[in-house]
């Protein structure tokens, strides 16, 4: 029992320093200027990076930084195939219609339930993380402009009031001197460390749009691999339509 004592007062003073650490290192939401200069300046990114193409793009696949999670969107019909590990969801992305399979197998009941909850949650982050600079003006959405200590950097604080599942999670956007986003910081309820910044980086030209595939993330690179556009299912190795049903 003695043991156990200690062991309990070891962990209790190591939550502790994590609590202080958390709050010392923590920053505070920023409060900005909302308006038309926010809204300009969000326009600005948006259109250097080339929303035109984006909005007509019809196909993006890629697999995110965590490896076996891939997708497949069929942007203009909103559908997407959700893969992670043996799972594989293709979900209508409006109404969260979806059919499941696990190594192969068609998943009903309880269990197509509990992966069409997991697809989704990692939709909303993963595709959030390829395409974030393009839902600046998402429904939901406030802008405000921001000082930013960074030289030749604006400060765009963009805040979610609703959609995907962490509604009320705000991100301040470095923006840089051409209107391409460095990087921004992550003011969510995912992440205990309020204010934690990742670098958006690898800007490259995708079906003439431009997306950045790396980011430094508490000093570790990690990086979107497959990312590729298209304009016909058969470039992506599809000879008839793989969402039938949904």
């Not at 959405?141 to 921001?146: A, F, N, S, Y």
């Not at 309020?194 to 790396?214: C, E, P, R």
């Not at 979107?224 to 298209?230: D, E, L, S």
């Amino acid at each position: 029992m003695k043991y156990l004592k200690y062991i309990f007062f070891i962990l209790l003073i190591l939550f502790v320093i994590a609590f202080i650490a958390l709050k010392v290192f923590s920053e505070k939401e920023p409060v900005g200027q909302a308006g038309q200069q926010a809204d300009a300046l969000a326009t600005e990114v948006m259109e250097k990076l080339n929303k035109q193409a984006f909005d007509s793009l019809p196909y993006l696949q890629w697999e995110f930084f965590r490896p076996g999670q891939k997708y497949f969107w069929d942007k203009q019909n909103n559908r997407a195939i959700i893969e992670w590990g043996e799972n594989k969801v293709l979900m209508n992305l409006d109404s969260q219609m979806a059919v499941a399979y696990k190594d192969g197998q068609i998943v009903e009941g309880e269990a197509l339930e509990k992966m069409k909850t997991k697809a989704w949650s990692n939709w909303c982050n993963d595709s959030f993380w390829m395409i974030a600079p393009f839902k600046l003006f998402d429904p939901g959405t406030t802008r405000e402009l921001v000082e930013v200590e960074e030289e030749n950097a604006l400060g765009l604080h963009v805040k979610y009031a609703s959609g995907g599942v962490t509604p009320g999670d705000s991100y301040l956007w470095i923006i840089g001197e051409d209107k391409i986003p460095t990087g921004y910081k992550m003011f969510t309820s995912i992440i205990p460390l309020q204010g934690m910044y990742s670098s958006w980086a690898g800007w490259d030209n995708f079906g003439g749009v431009l997306l950045s595939t790396k980011h430094s993330i508490a000093g570790k690179e990690v990086e979107m691999k497959g990312v590729k556009a298209g304009r016909s299912l058969q470039e992506f190795g599809y000879t008839e339509d793989p969402f039938k049903g949904i």
